[in-house]
Each structure stands twice: as structure tokens, then as C-alpha cells.
């Protein structure tokens, strides 16, 4: 059974750094597509951050430069750094698997699983 869970969310100070990390089990982190998600209060949910099986990146514009996605195959782990937060970025972070043949969408639902979630708070 895939498991996806979610970490290293909280408070951060605006133009500061926080880094979430997603355990996943059951699913092999370099074997497709992951993803961070993210959904603000009000607002639909909207993709962050993507990762292939062959290491390529896509970012959204709005956190283009700002926002890292990495992985680590060995503890099987999504990590996303965040730098230069802004007030903007306050949101709950989901990271999300897809399939292991394409990478090329943000649409929710080309994701099959997803965590429970981390909040993001930033501070102005």
C-alpha cells in the first residue's frame, strides 16, 4: 500500500527558508513522477513543483527560483526546499505520486497518491 507522508512544515519568517520532506512507502520515489502540491485556504489546489523519473525538474512560476524539489533514492524521500518565503506562500503542502510514463502536468488528476498534508505558515 502507498504511503506518502508529509513533514517539516510550520511558521517561517517572510524571506526566510523552511524544508518539507515527504517518507513514501510502498512506491519508489525515482521510479516516476512526484510532485508538491499546495492549497491555500479558499483556493483550489495548484502544483508547485514536479520531478521526473529521469531527474527533470518543472517548477510554477510562482515559485520559480525560489523553491528546490530534490529526492533522495536511497531513503526514498521528496524533500522541497523553500527560500525567500513570502506571505503568499502560506498554504498546506501535499506531496503527491503519479505514473511512471509521463511527468508533464500539474493537473491533480494525473497524481494517484497524495499525503495528508503539512501546513506552511509565513510571518511578514
Known amino acids: 500500500e502507498e504511503q506518502l507522508v508529509e513533514s517539516g512544515g510550520g511558521s517561517g519568517e517572510a524571506g526566510g527558508e523552511l524544508r518539507l520532506s515527504c517518507g513514501v512507502a510502498g512506491y519508489a520515489v525515482r521510479s516516476g513522477c512526484m510532485a508538491w502540491f499546495r492549497q491555500a485556504l479558499g483556493n483550489e489546489r495548484e502544483g508547485g513543483a514536479r520531478?521526473?523519473?529521469?531527474?527533470?525538474?518543472r517548477y510554477a512560476d510562482s515559485v520559480k527560483g525560489r523553491f528546490t524539489i530534490s529526492r533522495d533514492n536511497v531513503k526514498n524521500t521528496l524533500y522541497l526546499q523553500m527560500k525567500s518565503l513570502k506571505p503568499e506562500d502560506l498554504a498546506m503542502y501535499y506531496c503527491a505520486a503519479g505514473n511512471t510514463y509521463s511527468c508533464s502536468s500539474f493537473r491533480t488528476s494525473a497524481y494517484n497518491y497524495w499525503g495528508q498534508g503539512t501546513q506552511v505558515t509565513v510571518s511578514s
Open positions: 520531478i521526473g523519473a529521469s531527474g527533470v525538474t
